[in-house]
């Protein structure tokens, strides 16, 4: 008899965990299939539908289903496509009990939560700063020029990228000098998919037992890394490695931020010096 590799004691421990709970999701409302219910968020309005209030569930076109609860009122989960929709049909259909509760919309709750952005929120924001970044483009290249117009519309996003770039790497240098002053060093193992197949990340426990996933590494094939993480943020890791590469790639990062940073807030002034 042939054995599975990952079947051997000395085989890498694999992750069979239970399957991720679908979603069932389209613009701002979206449900979430848990073991005992559905729960559907739209804006603020949270509502739990127990699964033994629901008699059945139905496909309401190829994008959309409809849930039937035990006393016979209807609610309509729209879906983003139709595999998605159908993938979800058949979990929910899998997953409903053989007792069911007559009780029905009296078991189905509903609750406030905080402020949330909607879609078309960000959408109008995206579509405002679009409009405000043209309009500056423009009106440069017709009061100064068309070169610099032309100079304008890549400054503009050049500053923004470098500003962003400047930022993020002094959160690096920030949280490098928090982990060498309080880290905590341990070894990360490979991380495998339930089907055996080698993830691109290591996973690490931290010393209340919780376990923690980290990218760095994902380019070796060691079976396993060593990480240091902060014992009051556990979640927060990175790689261990010798102090010169880390002051030697912080400085590269840094210089070429604030050269690209530079050369942005330079194409953006210009016109005006």
């Not at 069932?24 to 848990?34: F, M, N």
């Not at 139905?58 to 849930?67: C, E, F, M």
């Not at 500056?136 to 068309?146: D, E, I, L, N």
């Not at 905590?184 to 197949?197: E, F, L, M, Q, S």
């Amino acid at each position: 008899m042939i054995s599975h590799p990952y079947d051997r004691p000395d085989a890498p421990c694999v992750n069979r965990g239970m399957l991720s709970p679908q979603v069932l999701s389209k613009g701002d409302q979206y449900t979430v299939l848990r073991p005992d219910r559905l729960t559907t968020t739209e804006g603020r309005q949270v509502t739990h539908i127990p699964l033994a209030a629901v008699q059945e569930v139905r496909a309401d076109g190829d994008t959309a289903l409809q849930i039937v609860l035990t006393d016979g009122a209807t609610r309509r989960l729209p879906g983003g496509n139709a595999y998605a929709t159908s993938a979800f049909l058949t979990a929910l259909t899998a997953a409903l009990p053989e007792q069911r509760d007559p009780a029905g919309s009296a078991l189905v709750t509903t609750e406030e939560t905080g402020a949330v952005i909607k879609v078309w929120q960000v959408w109008i924001g995206a579509l405002t700063l679009l409009a405000a970044f043209g309009g500056y483009v423009w009106w440069t290249g017709s009061t100064h020029g068309a070169g610099m117009g032309f100079t304008a519309f890549f400054a503009a996003p050049g500053t923004l990228l470098g500003g962003l770039s400047c930022v993020g790497v002094l959160f690096s240098i920030r949280t490098r000098a928090t982990l060498r002053r309080r880290g905590i060093t341990v070894a990360a193992a490979r991380h495998y998919h339930p089907n055996g197949k080698r993830a691109s990340s290591y996973k690490y426990t931290d010393t209340s037992g919780n376990e923690h996933t980290t990218g760095y590494g994902s380019g070796r094939s060691t079976q396993e890394i060593h990480i240091v993480y902060d014992p009051e943020r556990p979640s927060t890791s990175v790689a261990v490695e010798p102090l010169y590469v880390t002051v030697v790639k912080h400085a590269f990062y840094a210089s070429a931020s604030l050269a690209l940073l530079a050369l942005g807030l330079w194409g953006v002034l210009a016109p005006y010096i």
